[in-house]
C-alpha cells in the first residue's frame, strides 16, 4: 500500500504528536511525545509507568538553590542533583492524561529523549555523584510490480505476500525505478511493498541485513530477499497471528526469535516465541513465555540477544533462554528492596533496569550488568529518586538517556565497568534521535539516530528547516569535541560508527534523495564525503517513509516501514535498496 507523501501515519519516525491513549498500570516506562524542541527524539506512545509532560510555566528555583547564569547566558534550572552548568529546555506544549499512581520517577527510566526549547539546568549530589540534569523532484507515478525477472527494481502488486520474484501479474503499470537516473547517482536495486495489515495498523519490527540476505518482519510475515537483486532467498514464513516483538540484533550465527501473539483478542498475549536462521529461513525452537507473579505478565515483552542469551522482558520480571536450544537458563525476578526488572538491553553486554520501591519513600530506578550466563549482578546503580531510565543509547559502553517525573529534565549520563558515572552530556544542543513507538513499550534500545563508540557520542540536532548538525560528545567528559553541518538542507542522522569514520544519512526531501556520507571522527577536521547519492526520481518514495528503519552494508543503503497503517485503498512501501 504505498503511502502518499502528505499522508504519515501516526507514531513513529517523523509523524506528528498527537494524544496518546492512556495506558494501563504496569511495565516499563513511556516515552514522552516530543515537539519541535531541545533534547528529545521524536513521538513516543506511552508506557505504562509514565505521561507525556503537561505545558510548563516558565521554570522556578527548585529546593535545591536559586537558578544561576548558565554558561549561555541562560538562566539555569536546579536540578535534584545540585548546581551545574547545564542545557535544559521548557516542554512541549501538550496536555496528557493525569500520570498514574505508584510509577516511578527516576533519572534512569521512561522516555526516550524530548524535545524542550531554551537552555536551563541543574545537579543533585546523591551518594557523592553529581548528576546534571536539562530542563526543560520526482515521478509522480507509483513504483509498482514487473512481470517476469526483468532487472528493473521490482514490488508486488495485486499480492502483497508475493515477495517479487515476477510470479505476480504485473499488469501494464510497470515502472522502471531507475528511469532517468542521472550520473553519479546510486541505482534502486530493488523495491517492495508491504503485505496487507488491518485497518488499525500493523507493526512491521526489525531490519536484518546478512552478507547476502535481507530480511523484514511485516505483520504476520518474515521475508528475505537477495541484497543484490531483491528475489527471494528463502520462502515467507507466516506466523498463525500477527508479530509483536522480535530480536533487534542477530546473534553471532545469524539466528533472530520472533514473538507473536497468542490469539485474536485483546486480550492475546505476547508470549510465542520462535527462533528463525537468517540465512536459511529455517524454524528452529519454539516455546511460550510463561507468566509470572499475580502482575507480571507477558501482554508485552521485550527480546534482546547477548552473547547465546535470549533475554525476554515481562512487565515485572525477566526469563532467559539458551538462543540455540531454547533451554531456560534463569529468571530475574524481584529483588531486593521490591525491585521489579521490567527493562532489558542486549548486545557485547546484558544490561536490566528495575523499579524499586513503587509508591514509598524509597522508589527509585536501578541498573544493573547481569552475566548473561547466570544472570547474576556485576554490578548495581541506584538511580536518585523522580528519575527514570528511557533508552539505553549504548550498553558497551553504557550510555544511559531518563527524564525527570515531570518530564521537565533529561539526562543522558555514561557509566563506567563498575557502574559508577563517567561522565554526564553538558551541552547547549537541541538534540532530536527517533525512538520507537509501541504501547506498553519496555524497548531500551528502540532509538535511531544516534551512535557510539568506545569514547564518543554522536546525536543530530533538531531542525525545524533547513540543515541541522550531528554534534560528537566526549564520553569521558559529557562536553562537546565537534559539530558538523548537513550537507543539504535537511537533517542528517547517525547511522554507525565504522572503520574509524561515522556513517550519517542525509535525508531525502520531496525532490531529491538522500545521501550516505562519512565523516572522520578523529582527524582535526571533519568534512562529509559522500558514499552514495540516492536517485532524485525516487525522492518521493524515499521520504516518505515515515516510520522507518534504515541501515548501511557493504555499499548499499536500505531503508524499510516500521509500521504498516492498514490503509486498503492504497498499497504501502515495506523495503527500498540502493546500491552502485
Same mark, same amino acid.
Given at each position: 500500500m ?8 501516526s =507514531? ?5 504528536p ?5 495506558p ?11 515537539q ?14 509514565g505521561y507525556?509532560?503537561?505545558p ?11 537558578p544561576?547564569? $548558565? ?6 534550572? *536546579?536540578?535534584?542533583y $545540585?548546581q ?5 529546555? *521548557? /516542554?512541549?506544549?501538550?496536555t496528557? *492524561?493525569? /500520570? ?6 527516576n ?7 524530548l ?7 541543574? !545537579?543533585l ?5 553529581v548528576?546534571a540534569?536539562t530542563?526543560?523532484?520526482g515521478? &509522480?507515478?507509483?513504483?509498482v ?10 514490488g508486488?502488486t ?13 499488469g ?5 525505478l531507475n528511469?532517468?537516473?542521472?550520473a553519479?547517482?546510486?541505482?534502486? !536495486? ?7 495489515a *488491518? ?8 531490519m536484518?541485513? @546478512?552478507?547476502? @540476505? ?8 518474515l521475508?528475505?530477499?537477495?541484497? =543484490? ?5 528463502w ?16 546473534s ?6 520472533v514473538a ?6 485483546d ?6 516465541l520462535?527462533?528463525i536462521? !537468517? ?25 534482546s ?11 515485572e ?6 538462543? &540455540?536450544?531454547g ?7 524481584k ?13 557485547a ?18 541498573v544493573?550488568? #547481569? ?14 529518586k523522580?528519575?527514570t ?10 550510555? !544511559? ?5 515531570d518530564?521537565k529534565h533529561w ?6 565497568a563498575?557502574?559508577?558515572?563517567r ?17 506498553l513499550?519496555?524497548d531500551?534500545?528502540g ?5 557510539v ?8 540536532t ?7 548538525q550531528?554534534?560528537?560528545i ?15 538542507a ?7 560508527v ?23 571522527t578523529?582527524?582535526? %577536521? ?8 540516492m536517485?532524485?526520481?525516487t525522492?518521493?518514495?524515499e521520504? %516518505? ?11 548499499r543503503?536500505?531503508i524499510?516501514?516500521?509500521? #504498516?497503517n492498514g ?5 504501502e512501501?515495506l ?6
Amino acid at each position: 500500500m504505498t503511502q502518499p507523501p502528505e499522508q504519515p501515519p501516526s =507514531g513513529g519516525y517523523g509523524a506528528p504528536p498527537n494524544q496518546p491513549p492512556q495506558p494501563p498500570p504496569g511495565g516499563f516506562g513511556a516515552p514522552v511525545p516530543p515537539q519541535p524542541g531541545y533534547g528529545y527524539p521524536q513521538q513516543q506512545q506511552p508506557g505504562p509507568y509514565g505521561y507525556p509532560q503537561q505545558p510548563q510555566q516558565p521554570q522556578q528555583p527548585g529546593p535545591y538553590g536559586q537558578p544561576q547564569p $548558565g554558561p549561555y547566558g541562560q538562566p539555569q534550572q *536546579p536540578g535534584p542533583y $545540585g548546581q551545574q552548568p547545564g542545557y535544559g529546555y *521548557p /516542554p512541549p506544549q501538550f496536555t496528557p *492524561p493525569p /500520570p498514574p499512581g505508584g510509577g516511578s520517577r527516576n533519572p534512569f527510566k521512561g522516555r526516550p529523549a524530548l524535545v524542550i526549547a531554551a537552555a536551563v539546568a541543574g !545537579l543533585l549530589v546523591v551518594g557523592g555523584t553529581v548528576w546534571a540534569v536539562t530542563s526543560g523532484g520526482g515521478d &509522480d507515478k507509483k513504483p509498482v510490480a514487473e512481470k517476469s525477472d526483468s532487472p528493473t527494481p521490482s514490488g508486488a502488486t495485486d499480492d502483497p505476500a508475493n515477495p517479487g520474484d515476477g510470479s505476480g501479474d504485473g499488469g501494464n503499470d510497470s515502472q522502471d525505478l531507475n528511469a532517468g537516473r542521472k550520473a553519479g547517482e546510486a541505482k534502486v !536495486l530493488w523495491y517492495k511493498e508491504a503485505p496487507d495489515a *488491518p485497518g488499525s495498523g500493523a507493526d512491521a519490527p526489525g531490519m536484518w541485513i @546478512t552478507g547476502k @540476505t535481507a530480511v523484514k518482519a511485516a505483520y504476520k510475515e518474515l521475508v528475505a530477499y537477495d541484497v =543484490g537483486n531483491g528475489k527471494p532467498t528463502w520462502p515467507t514464513v507466516t506466523f498463525p497471528q500477527k508479530i509483536c516483538a522480535v530480536t533487534p540484533a542477530k546473534s553471532a550465527d545469524g539466528k533472530i526469535v520472533v514473538a507473536y501473539e497468542s490469539g485474536v483478542s485483546d486480550n492475546a498475549k505476547c508470549n510465542q516465541l520462535q527462533q528463525i536462521d !537468517l540465512g536459511t529461513g529455517a524454524k528452529g525452537w519454539s516455546g511460550t513465555v510463561p507468566d509470572g507473579g499475580l502482575f507480571d505478565s507477558a501482554l508485552s515483552v521485550g527480546l534482546s540477544i547477548s552473547g547465546r542469551t535470549l533475554m525476554v522482558g515481562r512487565s515485572e520480571s525477566g526469563i532467559a533462554y539458551d538462543v &540455540d536450544t531454547g533451554k531456560k537458563l534463569f529468571e530475574k525476578k524481584k529483588y531486593g528492596a521490591a525491585c521489579f526488572p521490567s527493562a532489558f538491553a542486549g548486545g557485547a553486554k546484558l544490561i536490566s533496569v528495575a523499579s524499586c520501591g513503587a509508591s514509598t519513600s524509597n522508589e527509585h530506578d536501578e541498573v544493573q550488568e #547481569l552475566d548473561p550466563a547466570t544472570g547474576k549482578a556485576k554490578w548495581t546503580k541506584s538511580i536518585p529518586k523522580g528519575w527514570t531510565v528511557s533508552r539505553t543509547y549504548s550498553v558497551d559502553p553504557v550510555v !544511559l538517556y531518563m527524564t525527570d517525573s515531570d518530564h521537565k529534565h533529561w539526562n543522558i549520563s555514561t557509566l563506567k565497568a563498575d557502574g559508577s558515572v563517567r561522565s554526564q552530556v553538558d551541552s547547549k544542543a537541541a538534540f532530536a534521535p527517533t525512538c520507537s513507538s509501541s504501547f506498553l513499550d519496555s524497548d531500551l534500545q528502540g532509538c535511531q539516530g544516534v551512535a557510539v563508540d568506545h569514547d564518543t557520542l554522536y546525536l543530530p540536532t533538531d531542525a525545524t528547516t533547513g540543515a541541522n548538525q550531528i554534534v560528537a560528545i566526549n564520553l569521558a567528559t559529557g562536553k562537546e569535541k565537534w559539530r558538523v553541518k548537513s550537507p543539504a538542507a535537511v537533517s542528517m542522522v547517525p547511522v554507525k560508527v565504522q572503520g574509524g569514520k561515522l556513517i550519517a544519512y542525509v535525508e531525502a526531501s520531496y525532490d531529491a534523495g538522500g545521501q550516505i556520507v562519512s565523516i572522520p571522527t578523529a582527524a582535526s %577536521s571533519h568534512p562529509t564525503a559522500k558514499l552514495l547519492q540516492m536517485p532524485a526520481g525516487t525522492a518521493q518514495i524515499e521520504s %516518505s517513509f515515515f516510520s522507518r528503519d534504515i541501515d548501511y552494508v557493504d555499499g548499499r543503503f536500505y531503508i524499510s516501514s516500521t509500521r #504498516l497503517n492498514g490503509n486498503d485503498d492504497t498499497k504501502e512501501k515495506l523495503m527500498l535498496a540502493y546500491g552502485k
